[in-house]
């Protein structure tokens, strides 16, 4: 019998879950989260995700209130997009996805399949979304209107194809941006009126659909106060008694502030940015990091259900990083999991491991030639996958 398996039968024993549906012991939620944890320090990240998710019969969705994960991490891309349905209306957030610079390598062609499965995932619900969120400017948070494909994959047909006709809530490209975003706001939001769609400034508003109330946040800082790379909007989806929160790129949070605007909200279902282990001592001081890390602990003792998701995730050891915040949801009974995990799903961890994909799966001689073509060209041509 392997470790887990030993782990797991001492567990039964001592906690009294009953092994099977005829045991007289009855199964109690925080005895099936110290069994997750258990499992956790011995099991793989796939599993560790989708044993986390399943404690509660692997459905947390609220009875009003439906989120399905689109595009993150650990579905193998840069991204946040989430899908959100009431019985009033169907709202896409951040439809956006793009892969990144990491390692001096290009991206792997497992990272470009994700992507373009992932772009499939976007369109498909974007044809179903009355509204769509644009948290902030960045390209794994919304698609632009123009053709990159090494690294966004986006073109004006593909953009076009997702906000056209659509009432888009936009981050406001006046106040709280910088300038990189700015510039992309006011080219994004042009086109948007030219295809038909109506932008509203969302930065503060609330929005209601039947008894469905969408509330965005003023301008919370993109990690930590004064970062340089801007702020970004918290969504607050409100149905009846239910509540659900989308805190974009808040990387922890970092932001003393933004913690207790979430704890505010009292969410039962929270999508978090969690903060860029990778980039400890590189572009981001190690004390944010490490703040950001403590303050997702504190949520995750106080929301019920917390999807831990993407800086955090592109560091191959993202399961110790987050081992407080797993902790912490553990002892307050509640639940932290990845976005795959949310669904059932294995990781698909990619970025984190670029480097090792390379030795492991080596790219065919086209994508080899293709990935030798001068920048420029190489930009307008898909990768051959």
């Given at each position: 019998?392997?470790?887990?398996?030993?782990?797991?039968?001492?567990?039964?024993?001592?906690?009294?879950?009953?092994?099977?549906?005829?045991?007289?012991?009855?199964?109690?939620?925080?005895?099936?989260?110290?069994?997750?944890?258990?499992?956790?320090?011995?099991?793989?990240?796939?599993?560790?995700?989708?044993?986390?998710?399943?404690?509660?019969?692997?459905?947390?969705?609220l009875?009003s209130?439906r989120?399905?994960?689109?595009?993150?991490?650990?579905?193998?891309?840069?991204?946040?997009?989430?899908?959100?349905?009431?019985?009033?209306?169907?709202?896409?957030?951040?439809?956006?996805?793009?892969?990144?610079?990491?390692?001096?390598?290009?991206?792997h062609?497992?990272?470009?399949?994700?992507?373009?499965?992932?772009?499939?995932?976007?369109?498909?619900?974007?044809?179903?979304?009355?509204?769509?969120?644009?948290?902030?400017?960045?390209?794994?948070?919304?698609?632009?209107?123009?053709?990159?494909?090494?690294?966004?994959?986006?073109?004006?047909?593909?953009?076009?194809?997702?906000?056209?006709?659509?009432?888009?809530?936009?981050?406001?490209?006046?106040?709280?941006?910088?300038?990189?975003?700015?510039?992309?706001?006011w080219?994004?939001?042009?086109?948007i009126?030219?295809?038909?769609?109506?932008?509203?400034?969302?930065?503060?508003?609330?929005?209601?659909?039947?008894?469905?109330?969408?509330?965005?946040?003023?301008?919370?800082?993109?990690?930590?106060?004064?970062?340089?790379?801007g702020?970004?909007?918290?969504t607050?989806?409100?149905?009846?008694?239910?509540?659900?929160?989308?805190?974009?790129?808040?990387?922890?949070?970092m932001?003393?502030?933004t913690?207790?605007?979430?704890?505010?909200?009292?969410?039962?279902?929270?999508?978090?940015?969690?903060?860029?282990?990778?980039?400890?001592?590189?572009?981001?001081?190690?004390?944010?990091?490490?703040?950001?890390?403590?303050?997702?602990a504190?949520?995750?003792?106080?929301?019920?259900?917390?999807?831990?998701?993407?800086?955090?995730?592109?560091?191959?050891?993202?399961?110790?990083?987050?081992?407080?915040?797993?902790?912490?949801?553990?002892?307050?009974?509640?639940?932290?999991?990845?976005?795959?995990?949310?669904?059932?799903?294995?990781?698909?961890?990619?970025?984190?491991?670029?480097?090792?994909?390379?030795?492991?799966?080596k790219?065919?001689?086209?994508?080899?030639?293709?990935?030798?073509?001068?920048?420029?060209k190489?930009?307008?041509?898909?990768?051959?996958?």
């Open positions: 019998m392997t470790f887990a398996g030993s782990a797991l039968k001492i567990l039964l024993m001592r906690r009294s879950i009953g092994p099977d549906s005829s045991s007289p012991a009855r199964t109690t939620s925080r005895q099936l989260a110290y069994l997750g944890i258990l499992i956790y320090t011995v099991c793989s990240h796939s599993t560790v995700a989708t044993i986390v998710a399943r404690r509660r019969d692997g459905n947390s969705n009875p209130i989120i399905t994960p689109i595009g993150f991490e650990s579905l193998g891309v840069r991204s946040m997009c989430t899908f959100v349905e009431t019985p009033d209306v169907k709202l896409l957030i951040d439809a956006g996805v793009a892969l990144g610079p990491r390692f001096r390598k290009l991206p062609p497992r990272e470009y399949q994700a992507r373009n499965e992932c772009r499939s995932r976007i369109r498909t619900y974007a044809a179903k979304a009355d509204a769509i969120v644009v948290s902030h400017y960045h390209n794994d948070h919304h698609t632009p209107n123009y053709t990159e494909t090494v690294w966004v994959g986006s073109s004006p047909e593909e953009a076009e194809q997702i906000y056209k006709d659509k009432l888009v809530l936009v981050k406001d490209i006046r106040n709280y941006i910088n300038f990189n975003q700015r510039r992309r706001g080219m994004f939001q042009r086109f009126k030219r295809t038909g769609g109506k932008c509203e400034v969302a930065d503060g508003r609330s929005f209601e659909f039947g008894s469905t109330k969408i509330t965005l946040s003023h301008p919370v800082p993109h990690g930590e106060d004064n970062s340089e790379m702020w970004v909007l918290m607050r989806i409100r149905c009846g008694e239910e509540t659900f929160l989308h805190a974009s790129d808040v990387q922890g949070p932001s003393k502030e913690l207790r605007l979430i704890l505010k909200d009292k969410p039962s279902i929270l999508v978090l940015g969690g903060p860029p282990t990778y980039l400890k001592g590189v572009r981001v001081q190690g004390s944010s990091i490490e703040r950001g890390i403590m303050n997702a504190k949520i995750a003792k106080t929301v019920p259900t917390v999807i831990l998701e993407h800086h955090i995730l592109r560091s191959e050891n993202w399961k110790a990083e987050a081992g407080p915040v797993l902790e912490a949801a553990n002892e307050a009974d509640n639940m932290v999991v990845t976005a795959a995990g949310y669904l059932n799903q294995p990781a698909l961890i990619l970025e984190a491991r670029r480097q090792d994909l390379y030795t492991e799966e790219p065919s001689p086209e994508f080899v030639k293709w990935m030798e073509l001068p920048r420029d190489r930009q307008l041509k898909s990768p051959p996958i």
